[in-house]
């Protein structure tokens, strides 16, 4: 709205009255009329920007430039978020996050013959994640479940249902029987909402079967899920419950046997923990890195040799950090397990901003491989950055996992931020033993690949091939 104030004169009686009246003209309509018109989703961990409603129909060259608040706050850049810009009166975001969103206000002032008028526009911005390109998952029952049940006794179905993310939500959950869906509204209950958070929603649904009948034990009833993606099952069998009296003896005879086994297994486990698990994640695991969006699945920080000075003799082995960083990691790591690392020499292009590559590095990383030595902390600070990047990136996302290489005997750190001190006490930590450690079937690098992202590669079945006599010769290469 615009309101002008016109003066008129009235005499009367050789008074002269002045009088103010209030006209109101309605301004052409800026297209956004509405709070709900104009509310912003942005996708979580993608690069996108905020503008402000309805500017284009204000002339540029009569407006003053546009400040920006959110939740009342005045939005400005800062050396802690880098990635925030505002470039032509926009908000850019490198990176979106959770505290993006809220309520944002855009601020102006608009000339119009020489009258300043004050322009503002709140609107909300909410924060999403991206929407899912994966079909449900059926929690329960999972593959093929059967029950035992007492011929005559009712029973109830219960099925758990995960879907993943969307903005248009319409889940199909449903008992069938033999293929056929359960007509009777009796025996199916509506499905109800468990859980929710950011990333999805889980559902449960049930079904009661009042009394069971010999028909039932050769009856599939199966939970069907769908989403706009795909669809999932799981299925329910029914058998009869065997005699009590008949289990009792069964676990009787059988405790002693299971104890033993029991003791027996344990001590194996404890013993063999680490090759116990690489075994099993390279045959039974899946490929956690597929569908995540990183590129490397880890970044690399250690000291340069121009840091770490000469070399450093560690049981008989000659070899600095930067050796060991650029030349056995990968040999190791990327040679023989398939894994790719992030070497900002070798896999950063020249020219760029240290920081802002340093950032988007580990953000493209699963994993921050730290070699730690009293180099490391001597360098300048930003080595020190890359640890503390690490360690923010890891509390920020969960599925950013930082590793610490102990190299040498570390020197005092209290000096430190107390994040990064807590992160070096608390987080898993790897002492590198020169000759010791060399080998590839040491604990060294059994416990570095326990730590690194399950990854299935065939060049994994190649190294099971290798003889250990061949690669004890190729990793002497890297000695003196």
Request: proline fraction near 4%; hydrophobic fraction near 35%; charged fraction near 20%.
């Given at each position: 709205m615009r309101y002008k104030f016109n003066k008129m004169i009235n005499r009367y009686g050789g008074l002269c009255l002045k009088v103010a009246v209030l006209r109101v003209e309605k301004l052409n309509q800026t297209g956004c009329e509405n709070t709900q018109r104009c509310e912003v989703f942005l996708i979580q961990q993608t690069a996108n920007k905020i503008s402000c409603p309805g500017i284009q129909h204000f002339n540029t060259l009569a407006r003053s430039p546009v400040e920006w608040y959110?939740?009342?706050?005045?939005?400005?850049?800062?050396?802690?978020?880098?990635?925030?810009?505002?470039?032509?009166?926009?908000?850019?975001?490198?990176?979106?996050y959770k505290e993006d969103s809220g309520n944002y206000t855009c601020k102006f002032k608009f000339f119009e013959n020489k009258?300043?008028?004050?322009?503002?526009?709140?609107?909300?911005?909410?924060?999403?994640?991206?929407?899912?390109?994966?079909p449900p998952i059926t929690l329960d029952?999972?593959?093929?479940?059967?029950?035992?049940?007492?011929?005559?006794?009712?029973?109830?179905?219960?099925?758990?249902?995960?879907?993943?993310?969307?903005?248009?939500?319409?889940?199909?959950?449903?008992?069938?029987?033999?293929?056929?869906?359960?007509?009777?509204?009796?025996?199916?209950?509506?499905k109800v909402l468990l859980?929710?958070?950011?990333?999805?929603?889980?559902?449960?649904?049930?079904?009661?079967?009042?009394?069971?009948?010999?028909?039932?034990?050769?009856?599939?009833?199966?939970?069907?899920?769908?989403?706009?993606q795909g669809n999932s099952s799981g299925v329910i069998r029914l058998k009869e419950k065997v005699s009590t009296i008949f289990q009792i003896k069964v676990i009787t005879i059988s405790t002693s046997l299971i104890f033993m086994?029991?003791?027996?297994?344990?001590?194996?486990?404890?013993?063999?923990?680490?090759?116990?698990?690489?075994?099993?994640?390279?045959?039974?695991s899946k490929d956690?890195?597929?569908?995540?969006?990183?590129?490397?699945?880890a970044f690399v920080s250690y000291a340069s040799s121009c840091s770490s000075g000469d070399d450093v003799k560690s049981d008989g082995y000659f070899i600095t950090e930067e050796r060991f960083a650029l030349e056995l990691l990968p040999s190791m790591l990327e040679n023989q397990h398939g894994y790719k690392l992030c070497l900002f020499e070798r896999d950063i292009l020249p020219g760029g901003v240290y920081t802002e590559d340093v950032i988007s590095s580990i953000k493209r990383s699963r994993r921050v491989i730290i070699v730690l030595s009293p180099s490391y902390f001597a360098s300048a600070g930003s080595r020190l950055f890359?640890?503390?990047?690490?360690?923010?990136?890891?509390?920020?996302?969960?599925?950013?996992?930082?590793?610490?290489?102990?190299?040498?005997?570390?020197?005092?750190?209290?000096?430190?931020?107390?994040?990064?001190?807590?992160?070096?006490?608390?987080?898993?930590?790897?002492?590198?033993?020169?000759?010791?450690?060399?080998?590839?079937?040491?604990?060294?690098?059994?416990?570095?690949?326990?730590?690194?992202?399950?990854?299935?590669?065939?060049?994994?079945?190649?190294?099971?091939?290798?003889?250990?006599?061949?690669?004890?010769?190729?990793?002497?290469?890297?000695g003196p």
């Open positions: 959110q939740n009342g706050k005045l939005v400005e850049e800062y050396l802690a978020r880098i990635s925030l810009k505002i470039r032509s009166d926009q908000i850019y975001l490198n990176s979106v009258i300043p008028w004050l322009v503002k526009r709140t609107f909300p911005v909410n924060v999403i994640v991206a929407d899912t390109n994966k029952p999972h593959g093929v479940k059967t029950i035992e049940v007492v011929l005559g006794s009712s029973v109830q179905f219960m099925c758990q249902v995960y879907f993943g993310y969307e903005r248009n939500f319409s889940p199909v959950i449903k008992w069938l029987i033999n293929e056929g869906e359960m007509e009777n509204t009796g025996i199916q209950k509506e859980t929710k958070t950011a990333e999805g929603f889980t559902f449960i649904r049930e079904a009661n079967l009042k009394k069971v009948t010999k028909e039932d034990f050769n009856t599939t009833f199966t939970c069907f899920s769908q989403n706009s086994a029991i003791v027996s297994g344990c001590v194996g486990i404890y013993t063999f923990w680490i090759e116990i698990v690489l075994l099993y994640r390279h045959y039974y956690e890195t597929i569908g995540d969006g990183k590129e490397f699945d890359e640890l503390q990047t690490g360690v923010n990136s890891m509390l920020d996302n969960f599925k950013t996992k930082v590793i610490l290489i102990n190299f040498h005997a570390l020197p005092d750190v209290s000096h430190l931020p107390d994040n990064v001190k807590r992160a070096i006490a608390v987080l898993p930590g790897i002492t590198w033993k020169g000759n010791k450690s060399s080998p590839p079937s040491s604990k060294f690098w059994k416990m570095l690949r326990y730590y690194m992202p399950v990854k299935k590669n065939e060049l994994c079945k190649i190294c099971q091939n290798i003889k250990p006599t061949t690669v004890q010769q190729k990793d002497r290469s890297f």
